[in-house]
């Protein structure tokens, strides 16, 4: 069975500064990989996903995330954040192509940005 | 779109009563999951759906819960009797197919407490 782990559950962040949260994943086969954003009071949101191809995926509102298959990892980046950002961020991993929606979630990363 | 509904938004009930957890999907689409968020254990998916079938169940914590999809447009998780450690935040969400090329589509989710 696969497995998401997001190692820092909470990361304080000042506004324009960068931000990196870590994801790393277990698994014996292919995986599909996504970043999905939760606001306050609201359900997830897909942010972005890795399927394949390319390494580097962006999302439309400056985030990016690179899959490195040696590492089992899929780290989430922004250069400058807004207080706009501030929510909870999930790692989830699917590799059933038959059902590529049952995904395995990590367990969140708060980023919390200030002022 | 509307999105994905669900009702109520928040529910406090006492220990050993029934609950009933409301989900319209978005139209059209033809998975539906149930997901439960806390903080011990972050979000687990309890069931989900296929056309209105049951297609894995293996998440769903004992009998005292069920759901049901009656039709495409409708699903319900109840739980009877409701117990405190049943305190969670339920999300249902939907998507137009298994693939992982089509993305969950979350409601805002049922806050649910039982006292």
């Known amino acids: 069975a696969q497995s998401v782990t997001q190692l820092d559950s909470q990361v304080p962040v000042f506004e324009e500064a960068p931000v990196e949260l870590r994801c790393n994943y277990s698994?014996?086969?292919?995986?599909?990989l996504f970043w999905y954003v939760q606001y306050p009071n609201q359900g997830l949101q897909l942010l972005l996903k890795?399927?394949?191809?390319?390494?580097l995926v962006e999302s439309i509102n400056g985030f990016e995330a690179e899959f490195n298959k040696s590492q089992t990892s899929f780290h989430l980046r922004k250069p400058s954040v807004h207080i706009s950002d501030t929510a909870e961020y999930f790692c989830a991993v699917s590799v059933n192509k038959a059902a590529g929606n049952k995904l395995t979630f990590g367990g969140g990363t708060r980023v919390l940005v200030k002022p | 779109d509307a999105g994905v509904i669900q009702s109520p938004r928040h529910e406090v009930t006492e220990m050993g009563q029934e609950v009933t957890l409301r989900c319209k999907p978005i139209s059209g689409h033809d998975y539906l999951f149930w997901y439960r968020q806390t903080m011990m254990r972050g979000l687990e998916l309890l069931i989900y759906?296929?056309?209105?079938?049951?297609?894995?169940d293996s998440g769903m914590p004992e009998d005292r819960f069920s759901a049901k999809m009656p039709n495409a447009s409708f699903s319900t998780l109840k739980i009877q009797p409701s117990e405190p450690r049943d305190s969670a935040v339920y999300f249902c969400a939907s998507s137009l197919q298994s693939s992982y090329n089509s993305p969950l589509h979350f409601g805002n989710g049922t806050r649910l407490t039982v006292t």
């Open positions: 759906f296929n056309n209105n079938v049951p297609i894995d």
């Open positions: 698994s014996s086969v292919s995986v599909y």
């Open positions: 890795y399927l394949s191809g390319s390494t």
